[in-house]
C-alpha cells in the first residue's frame, strides 16, 4: 500500500449516535450563547428584533436549553458501549497521560516534541471532556433555578444566577478552544471528519491514538498500515 493510498484510508472512529449528539450539543450551545446575548447585556439589544423580542428570545432559549439536555441520552442509549468507554477514559489516568501535556506545549508552540502513545481519548480530550461536563452540570442546575424559581428558595435562586454567569464564562472558553485545536490546529484538523462523518484519517489516527489504533488492528477492525504486504505494495 503506497502513502498515498495509506492516507486515503479511512477508519470508523465514533458511532452514529455520538455524531448526532454532538451536532445537537453544538448547535445548541450556539443557539443559547446567542440568545442569551441579549439578555445579559444591553449591548447586544439589536438581536432582540431578530429573535422576536425578549419573550421570543426567552422561549427560544428555553427550548434551546432543553435541546442542550439531549445528547446525553441520545448517546447513552443508541450507544450505550461508546458512552461507557468515554467515562471509562475520563477516570482512566496513567503516566502518559502526563507526558502528553509537556510534549503537547511544545507541539502547540511549533517545536519538536516527542510523541507519546495515547488510547481513544488523549490527556488534553479527557481535560476537555471534564471541563465541558462541568460547564453543563452547573448551567443546566443553574438554569432549572431560574426557570422555576418558585420551586427554590431565595438564595438558591441568586446563587443560579451567579453559577449560571460562571458556567456561560468558563464553558465559552473551553468550546473556544476545542474548537481551535479541532478545526484549525494542523496536527489535530484531520481528525474533524470524525465529529462529521465518523471516520478519520488512518494514518493521523495511528499516529495520535497509537494504543487505540494497534488494539483495533488486533481485533482485525483496522488495516495494519505497517504489514509487510502493505511496505511491498508501496514499492511496487
Same mark, same amino acid.
Given at each position: ?16 449516535? #455520538?455524531?448526532?449528539?454532538?451536532? !445537537? *450539543?453544538? &448547535?445548541?450551545? =450556539?443557539?443559547?450563547? @446567542? ?21 421570543g428570545a426567552r ?61 481513544? #481519548?488523549?490527556?488534553?480530550?479527557? !481535560? *476537555?471532556? &471534564?471541563?465541558? =461536563?462541568?460547564?453543563? @452540570? ?64 488512518a494514518e493521523w ?32
Amino acid at each position: 500500500m503506497s502513502k498515498t493510498q495509506n492516507s486515503q484510508v479511512q477508519v470508523k472512529r465514533f458511532s452514529k449516535a #455520538f455524531v448526532v449528539a454532538h451536532a !445537537i *450539543n453544538g &448547535i445548541a450551545f =450556539i443557539g443559547l450563547y @446567542i440568545t442569551a446575548l441579549p439578555m445579559y447585556t444591553e449591548f447586544f439589544d439589536w438581536l432582540y428584533p431578530l429573535l422576536g423580542g425578549p419573550e421570543g428570545a426567552r422561549l427560544a432559549h428555553r427550548v434551546l436549553a432543553v435541546a442542550f439536555i439531549l445528547p446525553t441520552f441520545i448517546f447513552l442509549i443508541f450507544d450505550p458501549k461508546g458512552f461507557m468507554n468515554w467515562m471509562r477514559e475520563l477516570v482512566t489516568w496513567k503516566k502518559r497521560d502526563l507526558q502528553f501535556f509537556s510534549e503537547f506545549v511544545k507541539e502547540l508552540f511549533g517545536f519538536k516534541s516527542k510523541h507519546v502513545k495515547q488510547t481513544f #481519548f488523549n490527556a488534553g480530550e479527557k !481535560i *476537555n471532556s &471534564i471541563l465541558q =461536563i462541568v460547564c453543563a @452540570i452547573l448551567l443546566i442546575a443553574s438554569g432549572f433555578t431560574m426557570w422555576f424559581p418558585d420551586l427554590f428558595p431565595t438564595a438558591l435562586v441568586q446563587w443560579g444566577y451567579f453559577l449560571h454567569n460562571v458556567g456561560f464564562g468558563l464553558g465559552f472558553a473551553v468550546v473556544l478552544g476545542h474548537i481551535y485545536l479541532s478545526v484549525i490546529h494542523k496536527h489535530s484538523r484531520p481528525g474533524f471528519t470524525g465529529v462529521i462523518t465518523g471516520k478519520v484519517p488512518a494514518e493521523w489516527a495511528k499516529s495520535h491514538y497509537t494504543e487505540w489504533y494497534e488494539e483495533e488492528v488486533k481485533k482485525g477492525n483496522f488495516p495494519d498500515l505497517d504489514d509487510p504486504k502493505n511496505k511491498k505494495n508501496k514499492g511496487a
